[in-house]
């Protein structure tokens, strides 16, 4: 386990490292599962299409996931994120072609707050489309 990261050695604009993220089929039928929501429009492409979407999507909360992981991954410690707020503005659109989707996530400080605590915006994009929007992280650091 790595250090925690000093809110004194921290300024606004300090970029996390950037990650990707495969989603394919099986992903989605792995995050039903522990999710419980099995809702058609995530695994029946006849289902997903017949209610006008493009092809079967990601759960909107599996991608709200895989976007916070930048910002745990940085702090090394997952209690350390405080608040996390999206906004769904696109789908992650999952085909059935042996690749799937990725979900590419990029996240910096924002703002420097009170009580070591910090806003960190993140950025998540699949198919060069924004997926969320307004996606922000308040994190206490050490």
């Known amino acids: 386990m790595t250090a925690a990261i000093a809110y004194d050695d921290v300024e606004v604009g300090t970029e996390l490292p950037a990650r990707e993220f495969p989603v394919d089929r099986a992903t989605l039928v792995q995050y039903a599962g522990a999710s419980g929501d099995f809702n058609p429009i995530h695994w029946n492409e ?3 299409r017949e209610v006008g979407l493009p092809d079967v999507i990601a759960h909107g909360m599996f991608t709200m996931a895989v ?5 745990t991954d940085w702090t090394v410690d997952p209690a350390a994120v405080e608040e996390y707020g999206v906004r769904f503005t696109r789908p992650v659109v999952v085909p ?3 690749v799937g989707a990725t979900v590419h996530v990029s996240a910096k400080v924002a703002a420097k707050l009170d009580d070591r605590r910090v806003r960190v915006d993140v950025l998540a994009t ?3 489309q924004k997926v969320l929007g307004v996606s922000r992280a308040v994190v206490r650091l050490a």
């Open 46 to 48: 006849r289902f997903a």
């Open 67 to 71: 976007a916070i992981r930048v910002v």
């Open 96 to 98: 059935d072609d042996g």
């Open 126 to 128: 699949s198919g060069g």
